[in-house]
């Protein structure tokens, strides 16, 4: 069983850039949601995407948007990066989508650094 | 905007001992998990508990939630170098479609 993967690990962008983030379910998982972690902070909920469809929305602008793959692979794309955009971002994906009763699985997470 | 609050924000004990962490969230929930980070990395699941629950076990870890007090408590017994991390609480709700809501987090170190 393949769990969570997430590329790139590291990236750099400068402010006003855009940058998507990749993400890969575990198998037999269709639902994928997206965090936000602040350096000292726990994650915060950006969205979740299931059946190709964001499925609820967090505290976030729209220039952060998502897709979600027939194959449930998913992408976070941020556009006109802000300074405060620098996080980890995480994917988790989970076997089911519609109640927050699953356990999530997390993938390594992708460290975005904005100059 | 976090839900949880942990408590207390680092923790430092010595291998062998047992360490005790505190969640306290604001609205009802249908279940509330625990989590584990290393070193700014992935999450790693540890334990759920759900709202009609008491008490879970899982190995070395006990998780008590008490939903009249809005609180839980994770209990990791006779901790090893190896169990130093972030961890965190974070809380599903019936009505919130799969989001978790998360505290701010304990470390815990644990010295040889």
């Known amino acids: 069983e393949t769990g969570v993967t997430q590329s790139p690990t590291h990236l750099i962008k400068t402010r006003g850039q855009q940058v998507t983030l990749r993400c890969s379910s575990q198998?037999?998982?269709?639902?994928v949601s997206w965090y936000q972690q602040a350096l000292g902070q726990g994650p915060q909920f950006i969205f979740q995407?299931?059946?190709?469809?964001?499925?609820g929305r967090g505290n976030f602008p729209p220039r952060f948007s998502g897709l979600q793959f027939p194959n449930y692979s998913s992408e976070l794309n941020v556009n006109a990066l802000e300074l405060d955009d620098s996080a980890l971002y995480l994917c988790?994906?989970?076997?089911?989508?519609?109640?927050?009763?699953?356990?999530?699985?997390f993938g390594p997470g992708t460290r975005l650094t904005v100059l | 905007s976090q839900q949880g609050e942990e408590d207390p924000q680092a923790l430092s004990i010595q291998e062998g001992e047992n360490a005790t962490m505190n969640c306290s969230y604001k609205t009802s929930i249908n279940n509330l998990q625990w989590y584990r980070q290393n070193s700014g990395r992935g999450l790693v699941h540890l334990i759920l508990?759900?709202?009609?629950?008491r008490e879970k076990h899982s190995g070395r870890l006990r998780v008590t939630l008490d939903t009249s007090k809005k609180s839980s408590s994770l209990l990791i017994t006779a901790s090893r170098a190896a169990d130093t991390a972030s961890y965190f609480c974070?809380?599903?709700?019936?009505?919130?479609?799969?989001?978790?809501?998360f505290g701010q987090g304990t470390i815990l170190t644990v010295h040889p």
């Open positions: 198998s037999g998982h269709n639902t």
């Open positions: 974070a809380t599903g709700s019936g009505t919130s479609y799969g989001k978790l809501t």
């Open positions: 508990i759900r709202s009609n629950e």
């Open positions: 995407y299931y059946r190709e469809e964001e499925n």
């Open positions: 988790a994906s989970s076997p089911e989508a519609g109640e927050a009763t699953d356990t999530q699985y």
